[in-house]
Structure formats: C-alpha cells, structure tokens
T-cell receptor
Framework: NAGVTQTPKFQVLKTGQSMTLQCAQDMNHNSMYWYRQDPGMGLRLIYYSASEGTTDKGEVPNGYNVSRLNKREFSLRLESAAPSQTSVYFC????????????FGQGTRLTVV | SQQGEEDPQALSIQEGENATMNCSYKTSINNLQWYRQNSGRGLVHLILIRSNEREKHSGRLRVTLDTSKKSSSLLITASRAADTASYFCAFSGAGSYQLTFGKGTKLSVIP
C-alpha cells in the first residue's frame, strides 16, 4: 500500500522553465491538496481539490496551476518558475469528509536558480 | 492569513520530561489535528479532536481544545529522544475542505 506518491523527489530548474509535479494516491480519497513548506512559515496551502472535478485556490496560488486528472491524481504545474518558488512541496489526500486525517507524500524539494 | 500560530517555536527538553506545545487559531473549526514531521520527511497524523470535544488521549499524547479561546495544546508525556521532530497543528474551518496548518514547534529531546 503506497499511500501518497510524489514525483520527482528533487528538481533543479532555471528561472523561467516550467515543470509539473505529480501526485497519486491509492486510498480512494476524495480530497487532495498541494502545500509548500518554507523555513519559518510552516505549510501553506497552494491549491486543493475537494473532490474529483473540482479545484480551488488556497492561500498562495499565484504562479501555480493544478489539474485533478482523475480521483487518484492531482498535479501541480509551474508555468514559469521563479526563485521565490524554491521550496519543499507536499501533496496530501484525505477522505474529504468531516473529521478525517490527511495523508502526506514524502515531498519534492524544488530549487529554482 | 488564517494560519494557526504555535508556541513555542522551539522547545528543548531532557528525555523523560513532558513537552507541551500550544496552537491558536482565528476561525470556527470542524476539528483540530496534530501532525509530526521528522527532518526531511512528510507529515504524519498524530491525533484529531472534534470541535465538540475538550480532551483526547492517545498513548503518551494528550490534546485539549478550548473553542472559546480558539486554542489547543498537545502534551507529550515521558518524552523520548525519538520524539525529536517538528509538530504542527492543523484545522479545517466550519464548512470548509481546506486544511490549514500552523507554523510548527520544533521539539528537541536530549538523551
């Protein structure tokens, strides 16, 4: 049982390049989330998908786009990477009902130079 | 920002002591959760307390929730070196699917 799988684990981009972070869960969860984690800032929500077919902005959506490809997969795209997007990105999923826990992937460490 | 606030930001204790960390938030909530993160790893869920509960236990963990003060605390009793990690509170607002995290408390347990 893999849980939440993120790829890649590490990535270095040049300013202006684009890339897509992939996330897949095998727990039949309805809700999926993308967070970024920066030192001293905790986790900040970028986008979330309450259920298949819906996506909504979180606290820090600028510079990102998402796609809920199906129930299992939720991708995060950086169209034109900037150094301010250097961060650790976490994908998470939950049943999406009230009072349920979230399960996290191992993270993607992204550096934009 | 609707982020939770945790204090202290860092805590260093001796093995065997108790560790207490606090979380405050600003909105009405469905529930409040605590997560643990070991260095370089993803977050792992520890415990969830519903908005109509005041206290909950799980092993060496004790969580309290005071919705009138919009605050929660996590107590780890008889700490071990393996408890060294960062601890985050997280909450979902009433009627929301968003899960919002605090900035975390970094706990160091010295053997």
């Amino acid at each position: 049982n893999a849980g939440v799988t993120q790829t890649p684990k590490f990535q270095v981009l040049k300013t202006g390049q684009s890339m897509t972070l992939q996330c897949a869960q095998d727990m039949n969860h309805n809700s999926m989330y993308w967070y970024r984690q920066d030192p001293g800032m905790g986790l900040r929500l970028i986008y979330y998908s309450a259920s298949e077919g819906t996506t909504d902005k979180g606290e820090v959506p600028n510079g990102y786009n998402v796609s809920r490809l199906n129930k299992r997969e939720f991708s995060l795209r950086l169209e034109s990477a900037a150094p301010s997007q250097t961060s650790v990105y976490f994908c998470a999923s939950s049943l999406g009902q009230r009072n349920t826990e979230a399960f996290f992937g191992q993270g993607t460490r992204l550096t934009v130079v | 920002s609707q982020q939770g606030e945790e204090d202290p930001q860092a805590l260093s204790i001796q093995e065997g002591e108790n560790a207490t960390m606090n979380c405050s938030y600003k909105t009405s909530i469905n529930n409040l959760q605590w997560y643990r993160q070991n260095s370089g790893r993803g977050l792992v869920h520890l415990i969830l307390i519903r908005s109509n509960e005041r206290e909950k236990h799980s092993g060496r963990l004790r969580v309290t929730l005071d919705t009138s003060k919009k605050s929660s605390s996590l107590l780890i009793t008889a700490s071990r070196a393996a408890d060294t990690a960062s601890y985050f509170c997280a909450f979902s607002g009433a009627g929301s699917y968003q899960l919002t995290f605090g900035k975390g408390t970094k706990l160091s347990v010295i053997p």
